[in-house]
């Protein structure tokens, strides 16, 4: 039964409202870490302290992977900041760090959070591996894929990795210092400092030292892990078909697209890695997700198994020679492959076309201008049918679908390139 509405039921109605509309804003907990920190500043040096310039300049955003609290690039780093962190105050910056910790903290209620850094931009080079003098400043490649190539000369120079040698530490331990470089040992893995978070259902694990973590490509996994759910009723396939089909990461780094692969229930899921660090993340991702999975170490002897999961810790350009001739026996049919190099993926393309088997899709990660997506999906149409032209077999390149992922810096779009090949 209905009730008529009455003047009271309108009044209350606009009273609350207002109540709706007067609620404060919650107060940024760095701020108010700041200001009772203030409070702890001797008289005579508080007077040296620019406190409305300071908090004017702390950071508005921050990101909490439980016990890690991680802020943006370039917080605590104005003149004020510096002066006022110089000053000589006894335990000033600890106490300043613990506070911003346990404020953050309660906001956002995952817990006690003990580790605190600010992030920065992935390095282009490894500076300690550079000669001359110049200083090498980060790129705008923050929070993107993890990579491998085919040189692993290059790899040394260029911070290719991805190694976050920019992250900044303000309180914890997050692990021994080592080279970028150096081949970590089980000991190194055991004292680092490790974090998971949860997307899409799946647990992914790094060691924010030594391995970056991209939280932009959250809806790029999932239109992966859902490819074959919201694809056209042609390209739909049920678990019994995935079973019997297979993916390959040319690019593996700690499992983004390997774990949507496995989840989506893909019978042998492959991936590449030349960073022990991020192979070392997939391993503990794959078994905080409950898949079973081997790492091969490079130059070593290895026969199929059963595994949810292989990575092999080496260059890509390896992939032919350990997977070719399994294509049609254990592997199956290998339908996925995704290459997530960027600015481009386009050296591994070869060897991608000569994994896939027919009517199977390359997705090709590309850093593309705003205004040419359109010319760059042609292009690489016709790279790739001018690779399958030596083919024996007749074969079609179609680029499906562009996926804009996210921008990469202002006018760049980080694309996938969906190209589905088949053969006659």
């Given at each position: 039964?209905?009730?008529p509405v009455t003047e009271t039921h309108r009044q209350s109605n606009l009273s609350n409202d207002r109540l709706k509309k007067s609620k404060p804003k919650p107060t940024n907990?760095?701020?108010?870490?700041?200001?009772?920190?203030?409070?702890?500043?001797?008289?005579?040096?508080l007077?040296?302290?620019?406190?409305?310039?300071?908090?004017?300049?702390?950071?508005k955003r921050w990101v909490v992977y439980p016990p890690m609290l991680l802020l943006p690039s370039g917080s605590f780093e104005g003149n004020e900041w510096r002066e006022c962190l110089s000053l000589d105050i006894r335990n000033a910056e600890e106490n300043l760090w613990m506070r911003i910790l346990q404020d953050v903290g309660k906001r956002e209620g995952k817990g006690v959070l003990t580790h605190l850094a600010i992030n920065s931009g992935i390095p282009l080079l490894n500076e300690?591996?550079?000669?001359?003098?110049?200083?090498?400043?980060?790129?705008?490649?923050?929070?993107?894929?993890?990579?491998?190539?085919?040189?692993?000369?290059?790899?040394?120079?260029?911070?290719?990795?991805r190694t976050p040698t920019g992250l900044k530490i303000l309180h914890g331990d997050f692990g021994p210092s080592l080279s970028p470089t150096a081949l970590p040992a089980s000991q190194d893995f055991a004292s680092?400092?490790?974090?998971?978070?949860?997307?899409?259902?799946?647990?992914?694990?790094?060691?924010?030292?030594?391995?970056?973590?991209?939280?932009?490509?959250?809806?790029?996994?999932?239109?992966?892990?859902?490819?074959?759910?919201?694809?056209?009723?042609?390209?739909?396939?049920?678990?019994k078909e995935l079973q019997g089909?297979?993916?390959?990461?040319?690019?593996?780094?700690?499992?983004?697209?390997v774990f949507s692969y496995v989840k989506m229930g893909m019978g042998n899921v492959v991936g590449f890695e030349m960073n022990p660090w991020s192979v070392e993340g997939l391993r503990r991702g794959a078994v905080a997700n409950g898949w079973s999975v081997r790492v091969v170490r490079s130059g070593e002897e290895w026969l199929p198994g059963d595994e949810s999961v292989t990575v092999?810790?080496?260059?890509?350009?390896?992939?032919?020679?350990?997977?070719?001739?399994?294509?049609?026996?254990?592997?199956?049919?290998?339908?996925?492959?995704?290459?997530?190099?960027?600015?481009?993926?386009?050296?591994?393309?070869?060897?991608?076309?000569?994994?896939?088997?027919?009517?199977?899709?390359?997705?090709l990660h590309e850093n593309v201008g705003v205004n040419e997506v359109q010319a760059r999906r042609e292009t690489i149409e016709g790279i790739l049918q001018e690779y399958l032209s030596h083919s024996a077999k007749t074969a079609e390149v179609q680029?499906?679908?562009?996926?804009?992922?996210?921008?990469?810096?202002?006018?760049?779009?980080?694309?996938?390139?969906?190209?589905?090949?088949?053969?006659?």
């Open positions: 039964m209905a009730f907990p760095i701020e108010e870490a700041i200001k009772s920190w203030f409070s702890t500043v001797p008289y005579d040096l007077e040296a302290i620019q406190q409305s310039a300071l908090l004017s300049t702390a950071p300690s591996l550079v000669n001359g003098t110049g200083k090498i400043g980060p790129d705008t490649r923050q929070g993107e894929e993890e990579v491998s190539i085919s040189n692993q000369e290059h790899a040394a120079e260029h911070n290719i990795l680092a400092f490790w974090v998971s978070t949860r997307q899409n259902g799946i647990t992914q694990t790094w060691a924010p030292r030594y391995t970056m973590f991209s939280r932009g490509n959250i809806k790029e996994k999932a239109r992966i892990l859902d490819f074959h759910v919201k694809c056209p009723e042609d390209r739909k396939r049920g678990k089909e297979a993916a390959v990461d040319l690019y593996a780094g700690i499992g983004y697209f092999f810790v080496e260059d890509n350009a390896m992939a032919l020679g350990r997977l070719d001739k399994l294509k049609h026996t254990w592997l199956g049919k290998v339908t996925h492959i995704n290459c997530g190099l960027l600015p481009t993926s386009d050296q591994s393309w070869e060897t991608a076309l000569r994994l896939v088997s027919n009517d199977g899709w390359l997705h680029a499906e679908h562009v996926e804009l992922v996210k921008t990469f810096a202002p006018g760049v779009w980080h694309c996938v390139f969906d190209i589905l090949i088949t053969r006659q």
